[in-house]
């Protein structure tokens, strides 16, 4: 079978890995020349980390990550809200959770999608499709055949926008932008995931073995684009001055090194399959990090994908490519609303909403607003 991985990613090295497991070499490509080490923390639900055993990669991401052992959710004062223990839950279904920078991930990824055919600095600029043939044009005026081709470039699939002549169609922007940054660890943050929700921002304090990646989500700035780093970092520190010690300890690191902004924007493709090309990962549905769970479903989704293509041969692409949307995509979903509902719950502004959501939220559990994600790690896909 010839297929075309479309993006280097979390979902496409997934694909290549267990592709080439299954008898299958792919062709992988990236548009960027090189890999750096961009991104920050990452953490993997069980049902998604289990996906790096057959690749040998389960090890590595065990030894590399800071396993999580509790959630604390506070409001914008220190008051604790509510307390997780996610050693409890994980230990229920017999799972493990860490957390580990991206690059540290796609690394092993990598490994373990050894031997696909990769080629760097490459884009595709054309699809034309026939009823059992792909004709791709790539970006340095080649031309290939393939059987299937799997888009894994992103939220902002350029894919996606070839197919459907639109790069914007299924984006939502939340209004709000997420500042990041690398901070040293410190004794409030030791093995434990900390949140504090404010009025109108959320600042999260996410370790890993040997730092914090500190998220202070607020409403987007106006005039962001135009901004010096020294001016987002001060727009930073204004927002959440007030907030606790663990914060402000936080924030006094924020100039150390580059305050990245993340857009608070997610995607939900109408269509995942059009004839024998499909969406893939964020390309189909792109997360929000409100539940932490975008890369697990987008790992998930493609390991579920490579098992219905490895069971089939090139004129039953059609079929397997409609079984693992029905395999996967109610699942994705899903666990999509349910980061959407936990974001209508973080991005309020006003003082007396959030006084009303610390009050439900101090007798309603997190895990019950989550409550797909925790089926997610119960439940086949």
């Not at 396993?67 to 409890?88: I, L, N």
């Not at 059987?147 to 996606?160: F, K, N, Q, Y």
């Not at 606790?244 to 939900?268: C, R, Y």
Request: charge should be negative; include cysteine.
């Amino acid at each position: 079978m010839r297929v075309l991985i479309i993006g280097g990613g979390m979902a496409g090295w997934t694909l290549a890995g267990h592709l080439l497991r299954a008898g299958i070499t792919p062709t992988l490509i990236e548009r960027v020349s090189e890999y750096s080490r961009v991104g920050f923390c990452i953490g993997l639900y069980p049902f998604s980390a289990g996906t790096l055993r057959p690749t040998g990669a389960y090890e590595g991401y065990v030894d590399q990550s800071l396993p999580v052992t509790t959630y604390t959710m506070c409001d914008g004062h220190g008051e604790v809200m509510q307390q997780m223990s996610f050693s409890e839950v994980l230990g229920r279904i017999q799972g493990f959770m860490g957390m580990l920078q991206r690059a540290d991930l796609l690394d092993l990824l990598r490994e373990g999608g050894d031997g696909a055919r990769a080629a760097m600095g490459m884009s595709v600029t054309g699809l034309q499709q026939e009823d059992d043939v792909v004709h791709v044009t790539f970006s340095d005026g080649s031309t290939g055949d393939f059987d299937v081709v799997l888009a894994c470039d992103g939220i902002h699939s350029a894919t996606r926008a070839m197919l459907i002549g639109s790069s914007e169609a299924g984006l939502t922007d939340w209004g709000f932008t997420a500042f990041t940054w690398w901070t040293p660890r410190q004794d409030a943050v030791a093995d434990g995931v900390v949140e504090y929700w404010g009025a109108g921002g959320l600042f999260g304090l996410y370790p890993l073995p040997d730092r914090i990646n500190a998220i202070a989500g607020m409403p987007t700035p106006v005039g962001l684009g135009s901004m010096s780093q020294e001016q987002v970092v001060a727009a930073v520190r204004e927002h959440f001055q007030g907030y606790p010690e663990p914060v402000q300890e936080a924030l006094a690191h924020a100039s150390d090194g580059t305050v990245f902004p993340w857009a608070m924007i997610d995607q939900k493709a109408d269509r995942w399959i059009h004839g024998r090309v499909a969406l893939v990962g964020d390309a189909a549905t792109g997360f929000l990090p409100t539940a932490g769970v975008g890369a697990s479903n987008a790992i998930k989704s493609a390991q579920v994908l490579a098992d219905e293509l490895g069971r089939a041969d090139a004129s039953a692409v059609p079929l397997a490519l409609s079984l693992w949307e029905q395999r996967a995509r109610p699942k994705v979903e899903a666990n999509q609303a349910a980061s959407r509902t936990l974001a209508k719950m973080m991005f309020v502004k006003g003082s007396t909403v959030a006084k009303a959501r610390d009050l439900m939220l101090k007798h309603y559990p997190v895990d019950k607003v989550a409550k797909d994600v925790v089926k997610s790690n119960t439940e086949p896909w």
